[in-house]
């Protein structure tokens, strides 16, 4: 693992690095995807929700030729590597309009990760993938702009506390910025106090006062028209 200089006022020991890549995701990672939204329904204890298939993810979110990112489903891939992680023209995104952001962490503990092989990431080189966001355009027609909503936003259990989903909100959010939309916005579930704690450390608001509705299943094809 790759070791840097320890903070001031601990000179007798090393920090151990994991060094970061946000980039978009492809075909090539729904293997990925799938346990990763998979494990994300465990976390929120709704497996009976779940049915989506690699078939589906592939089909309805990777569409050819590909839609400019955050104009349409839009999904970012986290990726870790103990070494620094070499900008290459075959993993530059930005002819599709985002470009990969690159980072380091400082661990305090050295972190085990005991599916690293599972989730190796298609790309190569060691890394290894921790996790993702899936988000969408939406529109606020009080504020007459556009929006992007964070359907989904997920670390896997090793990296969690690190700072990961923060870097990928942030992603987002300077993407939002970038293309003059009026607000990111996404849900919690009441009982995960940590996430709304961490939301609320961001400066995001939660609102109470909103309430989901939604329509699936047998309900929502009642309204097929023949």
């Known amino acids: 693992m790759t070791t840097v200089p320890a903070a001031a006022g601990d000179p007798s020991k090393e920090q151990a690095v994991v060094f970061t890549r ?24 709704l497996t009976n929700l779940f049915s989506a298939t690699e078939s589906s993810l592939t089909s309805t ?3 050819s030729p590909p839609l400019p990112p955050f104009r349409s489903f839009t999904i970012l891939i986290l990726e870790l590597s103990h070494s620094p992680i070499p900008k290459s023209a075959d993993d530059d995104d930005s002819n599709l309009g985002f470009r990969p952001i690159l980072g380091r962490i400082v661990l305090k503990s050295t972190v085990v990760d005991p599916e690293s092989s599972t989730f190796a990431s298609p790309r190569g080189n ?6 993702f966001l899936l988000c ?11 929006g992007i909503y964070v359907e989904d936003i997920f670390v896997r259990e090793a990296w969690r506390r690190l700072g990961m989903g923060k870097m990928m909100l942030a992603a987002v959010a300077g993407e939002a910025a970038r293309l003059g939309c009026g607000r990111v916005e996404w849900c919690v579930l009441d009982w995960n106090e940590n996430a709304i704690a961490f939301y609320n450390g961001m400066g995001a608001e939660v609102l109470p006062q909103w309430r989901i509705c939604r329509l699936t299943g047998e309900e929502l094809s009642k309204f097929a028209v023949d």
């Open 61 to 63: 979110l990777f569409p």
């Open 126 to 131: 060691g890394l290894v993938v921790a996790g």
């Open 136 to 146: 969408f355009p939406n529109y606020s027609s009080f504020m007459g702009l556009p």
């Open 22 to 45: 946000i980039r978009l995701a492809d075909r090539f990672d729904v293997p990925n995807i799938h346990r990763l939204i998979h494990q994300m329904a465990e976390f929120e204890l």
